[in-house]
Nanobody, 124 residues
Framework: QVQLVESGGGLVQAGGSLSLSCAAS????????MGWFRQAPGKEREFVAY????????FYADSVKGRFTISRDNAKNTVYLQMNNLKPEDTAVYYC?????????????????WGQGTQVTVSS
């Protein structure tokens, strides 16, 4: 069983930056692919980014490509999401999640473990 705890959310003006962290415990962190998702009020939870378990390969949603960077430190059992040039439409609750499998890394169904979420609010 993997437990995930996000931190680092907050309120920022458009154009600003925030860095999210997600600390994992209870499993073998290096053996899971880690992803970030977000959910805005009244909307479905959507994929943001993932980082592969072995080689650190990353993939991003088009809406955040070039602005967000996902990274991981397997020694610290932590995954990060650096968010730059934030826009009001980035406002959402951000969740980290762990995928113990090998497929569907952009889909919610692949992720067996989820954090509680952290609020990110971008003002215009």
């Amino acid at each position: 069983q993997v437990q995930l705890v996000e931190s680092g959310g907050g309120l920022v003006q458009a154009g600003g930056s925030l860095s999210l962290s997600c600390a994992a415990s209870g499993g073998t962190f290096s053996s899971v692919t880690m992803g970030w998702f977000r959910q805005a009020p009244g909307k479905e939870r959507e994929f943001v980014a993932y980082i592969w378990r072995n080689n650190g390969r990353t993939f991003y949603a088009d809406s955040v490509k070039g602005r967000f960077t996902i990274s991981r430190d397997n020694a610290k059992n932590t995954v990060y999401l650096q968010m730059n040039n934030l826009k009001p439409e980035d406002t959402a609750v951000y969740y980290c999640a762990a995928n113990p499998g090998f497929l569907y890394n952009t889909e919610r169904r692949a992720y067996a473990y989820w954090g509680q979420g952290t609020q990110v609010t971008v003002s215009s």
